[in-house]
């Protein structure tokens, strides 16, 4: 392999727009594509243009304003989807057609009524016509993860011969292990003659919690793409997070592989999409939850106050989040009290945090939270005490 770049590959527009009421219009579209083009990724999935006249605009309209990023148009593997598709990217710079067919036996048999060389064919001239248009063709295998190792080899270096310049390995229901998708990717490196010619791309939905797992091992095997959304969201349990899989891949500088996406803006851009879609973030999320630098338990806190790397691997900075939150519950200690209290102007020594301590534990046992408001409280009574 001779780069380590991965490509980002973003489909907050297509899969994640795919979520139950997060339907874009138009406007809405070009304000995410822009904010997607700002933070670096390298290919923008703008919509599925035969799906509605409003997504034909939309993937119209973002073909005429991006600059660099790729715009990419997905089509079914029909003659009419791909026209359309080829239409509304005619003013892009860098047209990207992303076709495909479904290649697992549960497809062919349950939703084509087919067989492997019917599919198999189809494939091939899916990708052919979309060449009468593009040059940068993506072809997709619909459950790859479910899809037999030997056929699956077979249709990528037939569609590779037909000019698929990106060939994408998606893991549709999320059923893959992430060995077991790892062992895919590889299988296709060594078995397929003409694998040089195209990159090889990640597409994991999350239906086990597994996509961002198996999308790093498809990396580590062998993929140069990784397809994904901001916040995760897709089809059901959502798609592999890109804020994830971006921190996975700077992180861990180990690996040796880089992206460029700018990360100081994945919480501003996780924010708007939230905002534009309606979906609010779980608290827990990597990366972009509310708590996700926030320190609640004593022995966490005391460690954090004394050195962050103790309980921070990512500097909240980097990812453009609000600087680390030392919160106050029954669970807190006296090192965090004391943080809290200098913060607010009080300069107590040790003998008054240890007895405002006991206080604070009897509200903290009380409530899910102790705020400014109660620790202003419990301050100014203990000075009052104090000064009688
Ligand atoms: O999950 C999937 O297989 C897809 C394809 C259409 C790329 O979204
Ligand atoms: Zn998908």
Request: proline share 3%.
């Amino acid at each position: 392999m001779s780069t380590n770049k991965v490509n980002i590959f973003d489909t907050t527009l297509r899969d994640g727009e795919q979520v139950p009421g997060c339907k874009l219009n138009t406007k809405e579209k070009i304000e995410l594509a822009l904010a997607l083009e700002e933070l670096g990724v390298d290919i923008i999935e703008a919509g599925f243009p035969i799906s509605s006249p409003g997504d034909f605009t939309s993937v119209n309209e973002i073909s005429k304003i991006i600059k660099h990023a790729t715009v990419c148009g997905l089509t079914r593997a029909v003659q009419k989807d791909i026209e359309v598709a080829a239409e509304a990217l005619k003013y892009a710079k860098r047209p990207r057609i992303h076709t495909g067919i479904g290649t697992s036996d549960y497809h062919i048999k349950g939703k084509f009524n087919s067989n492997r060389e019917d599919i198999l064919e189809r494939a091939i001239q899916c990708v052919k016509w979309a060449k009468n248009f593009v040059d940068d063709v993506e072809f997709y295998a619909e459950d790859a993860g479910r899809t037999d190792n030997d056929y699956l080899a077979r249709v990528v270096e037939a569609v590779i011969k037909a000019g698929a310049t990106v060939v994408n390995i998606p893991d549709t229901t999320g059923y893959c292990l992430p060995n077991q998708y790892g062992n895919k990717m590889a299988y296709l490196r060594n078995n397929v003659s003409n694998i040089d010619r195209a990159i090889l791309s990640c597409h994991c939905h999350n239906d086990l919690g597994l996509a961002t797992a198996n999308s790093i091992e498809g990396v580590i095997n062998g993929a140069r793409q990784i397809e994904c959304t901001i916040n995760g969201l897709g089809e059901r349990a959502g798609n592999t997070s890109l804020e994830e899989v971006v921190m996975v891949l700077k992180q861990h500088k180990d690996l040796g592989f880089y992206s460029n996406v700018n990360t100081k803006l994945l919480n501003p851009l996780s924010r708007q999409v939230s905002d534009v879609m309606r979906v609010p973030v779980q608290p827990n999320k990597a990366i972009v939850g509310a708590n996700a630098f926030s320190h609640s338990s004593g022995i966490h806190q005391d460690g954090f106050l004394k050195s962050a790397i103790t309980y921070e691997i990512i500097d909240p900075v980097d990812v453009g989040a609000d600087i680390s939150k030392i919160v106050l519950t029954a669970r807190s200690g006296r090192s965090a009290l004391a943080f809290r209290l200098k913060k607010l102007g009080y300069d107590f020594n040790r003998n008054d945090v240890d007895a405002l301590y006991q206080k604070f534990l009897q509200v903290a046992d009380n409530k899910k939270e102790i705020n400014d408001e109660d620790l202003h409280q419990m301050a100014k009574q203990h000075e009052s005490v104090e000064t009688v």
